[in-house]
């Protein structure tokens, strides 16, 4: 008898302790038990950035007079400095601004190109299966500085030299490190810390620094200073850019100065898809917004709403729509310059509900075929001012801290996203000379009637699609506030098919957050779906909404990350 009393006193104990886990705020009075906190409201300008220092700088630049633009920029440069593990003037951007002169919406694809004097024959020649991680091979012309001063050009009103300062100051004097970006520098550092330069930059004393420890990056201070004084130029056409190209050529890559010199980002019209009344709107390839729109096309032939958030149904049916968009992804999305590509199809409803009878509402699905049609680790922030400008914007080296390259004592480290090409000839993503690889960086923006209402990213490579897909279902779907919306449990689905190649086998696996009941994981399991969990793949959310009845702009910060949505 007291072995059975014992044993009942143990599954309650695990069973507290299980339920404790799986809930993030239980003891909150108001909203969903799982929202860390509430959202932050203020009046004349919202700044959402995943470091406090950079939300700081961005809200600076706006008490300034400065705006959304001019604050996004600081953020991003800021962020450079202070969380070098997702992105840096090294890597990729993209972003999309709402102007309130206009009251139109504005997408930019500063995205880089793979080098000239590399040819799929070297990777044939040297018997590569696919393009290495790390090293000079996957690096591509940087697109961040381009993509900051096209910004700048268009919306811009503060001087660049007084956008940078909040970097160049913090780089010249030190920041202390956070949890997070502490704990993926050190993880970095193992892996690139065998790279020339890095050490010198990134490991002070031989050791990646520690939380709490005050980190100063000189080099860096100096990079910007030259930026702001002479512009952009001096990073494609100057001794930026000479820097640059010299070192990759002594590590074996094939940057040259034409890469540089022929540089340049790209205006494009943002696509969208009308999702129960709200226009979302994402970025054509070479990312991977369309997705977003796919799965939400597909979703939208379902009652989302009545099955309810957590559910077995709604989480199948969510899983489903995914592997779906993602087999077109592997196989469609790719350089728009280098392929006529059906995005119009892809994003129409008739096309979702197509993909949506495949689905089998009791079953998953162990693979998928991409659609047959006619032919013709990152930084995600949000900012928005007081006459309603708002900016969606991301920015990323792609793995982490990047290639490990680490040039001419400029204090970044270049970005590995040519790593995303297929060596696989006839596909539309197979590597070619100046080409931008497939990208998974995607910012978001949500319309309603024609006037802006959310601007929100979600980061976190395949993932993302993922995200944006989940926060515009808890929003609409389910009720959810902004910061309810990211701080709810996130479904991630791993192994779909790739565009560098790979296939979905066996129906991929899903992982959970802590959050979903026993009962739900079970019957997915029913359904079978491979259920497991993982840490670090959620993703980073930011948001801002606009109120237009109020006049008041609401701010979500990630709980996962060490970010920060702050007002005034």
């Given at each position: 008898?007291?072995?059975?009393?014992?044993?009942?006193?143990?599954?309650?104990?695990?069973?507290?302790?299980?339920?404790?886990?799986?809930?993030?705020?239980?003891?909150?009075?108001?909203?969903?038990?799982?929202?860390?906190?509430?959202?932050?409201?203020?009046?004349?300008?919202?700044?959402?950035?995943?470091?406090?220092?950079?939300?700081?700088?961005?809200?600076?630049?706006?008490?300034?007079?400065?705006?959304?633009?001019?604050?996004?920029?600081?953020?991003?440069?800021?962020?450079?400095?202070?969380?070098?593990?997702?992105?840096g003037m090294g890597g990729d951007l993209?972003?999309?601004?709402?102007?309130?002169?206009?009251?139109?919406?504005?997408?930019?694809n500063a995205s880089g190109r793979s080098p000239y004097d590399l040819t799929l024959d070297y990777f044939k020649e040297?018997?590569?299966?696919?393009?290495?991680?790390?090293?000079?091979?996957?690096v591509s012309v940087p697109g961040c500085v381009d993509?900051?001063?096209?910004?700048?050009?268009?919306?811009?009103?503060?001087?660049?030299?007084?956008?940078?300062?909040?970097?160049?100051?913090?780089?010249?004097?030190?920041?202390?490190?956070?949890?997070?970006?502490?704990?993926?520098?050190?993880?970095?550092?193992?892996?690139?810390?065998?790279?020339?330069?890095?050490?010198?930059?990134?490991?002070?004393g031989g050791e990646a620094p520690k939380k709490g420890e005050v980190f100063k990056n000189p080099y860096l201070a100096n990079t910007l200073e030259l930026i702001a004084k002479e512009g952009r130029d001096v990073f494609y056409k100057g001794e930026i850019a000479e820097k640059i190209v010299s070192y990759i050529k002594e590590q074996g890559g094939f940057l040259s100065m034409k890469d540089f010199e022929d540089h340049n980002s790209e205006w494009v019209e943002p696509i969208s898809t009308n999702y129960r009344g709200y226009d979302v709107w994402e970025l054509p390839p070479n990312g991977q917004g369309t997705a977003v729109l796919q799965m939400l096309n597909i979703l939208e032939n379902y009652d989302i709403a009545s099955m309810g958030f957590g559910s077995?149904?709604?989480?199948?049916?969510?899983?489903?729509?995914?592997?779906l968009a993602f087999e077109d992804r592997a196989k469609y999305y790719s350089d728009m310059d280098f392929n006529d590509l059906p995005i119009?199809?892809?994003?129409?409803?008739?096309?979702?509900?197509?993909?949506?009878?495949?689905?089998?509402?009791?079953?998953?699905?162990?693979?998928?075929?991409?659609?047959?049609?006619?032919?013709?680790?990152?930084?995600?922030?949000?900012?928005?001012?007081?006459?309603?400008?708002?900016?969606?914007?991301?920015?990323?080296?792609?793995?982490?801290?990047?290639?490990?390259?680490?040039?001419?004592?400029?204090?970044?480290?270049?970005?590995?996203r040519g790593e995303l090409f297929a060596l696989e000839e006839g596909h539309m993503n197979v590597y070619e000379p100046h080409k931008r690889p497939f990208h998974t960086i995607i910012p978001a923006f949500i319309t309603k009637d024609g006037k802006p209402f959310i601007s929100f990213g979600l980061m976190g490579g395949a993932m993302q699609?993922?995200?944006?897909?989940?926060?515009?279902?808890?929003?609409?779907?389910?009720?959810?506030?902004?910061?309810?919306?990211?701080?709810?449990?996130?479904?991630?689905?791993?192994?779909?098919?790739?565009?560098?190649?790979?296939?979905?086998?066996?129906?991929?696996?899903?992982?959970?957050?802590?959050?979903?009941?026993?009962?739900?994981?079970?019957e997915l399991m029913s359904k079978g779906h491979k259920i497991g969990y993982a840490k670090g793949i959620y993703g980073g959310y930011q948001a801002i909404l606009w109120d237009d009845v109020n006049k008041v702009y609401y701010g979500a910060s990630e709980s996962r990350k060490d970010g920060q949505a702050a007002g005034y």
């Open positions: 008898m007291q072995i059975i009393v014992d044993m009942k006193r143990i599954i309650l104990i695990i069973s507290v302790a299980f339920f404790s886990l799986s809930v993030h705020a239980q003891d909150r009075v108001t909203g969903f038990n799982f929202a860390t906190r509430s959202e932050i409201i203020a009046q004349n300008g919202m700044a959402c950035t995943s470091q406090p220092l950079a939300t700081q700088a961005a809200l600076d630049i706006l008490k300034q007079g400065g705006n959304a633009i001019d604050a996004a920029i600081a953020a991003n440069a800021v962020l450079g400095l202070v969380e070098p593990t997702g992105n993209f972003a999309i601004v709402w102007d309130a002169k206009t009251q139109k919406l504005y997408g930019l040297n018997e590569f299966k696919k393009i290495p991680s790390l090293g000079p091979l996957p993509g900051w001063f096209e910004l700048h050009d268009k919306f811009g009103k503060l001087p660049m030299s007084e956008i940078l300062t909040p970097a160049i100051n913090y780089a010249n004097n030190g920041f202390p490190l956070t949890e997070l970006i502490a704990y993926y520098w050190g993880s970095s550092a193992r892996v690139l810390k065998r790279f020339p330069g890095f050490g010198e930059i990134f490991m002070p077995a149904e709604y989480m199948h049916l969510f899983i489903e729509a995914k592997k119009e199809e892809l994003i129409s409803k008739e096309y979702g509900k197509q993909r949506a009878e495949l689905i089998n509402i009791n079953r998953a699905a162990r693979s998928y075929p991409a659609g047959e049609l006619e032919q013709g680790n990152t930084i995600y922030l949000t900012t928005a001012d007081k006459d309603g400008n708002m900016v969606s914007l991301i920015q990323s080296n792609y793995r982490g801290m990047g290639s490990g390259m680490t040039p001419g004592k400029l204090g970044f480290i270049l970005q590995d699609p993922q995200g944006h897909t989940q926060i515009v279902c808890n929003i609409i779907d389910f009720g959810m506030n902004l910061q309810e919306a990211g701080d709810a449990p996130r479904i991630s689905h791993s192994g779909s098919s790739q565009p560098t190649g790979e296939k979905m086998k066996d129906g991929g696996n899903v992982s959970l957050e802590s959050g979903f009941s026993y009962q739900t994981i079970r």
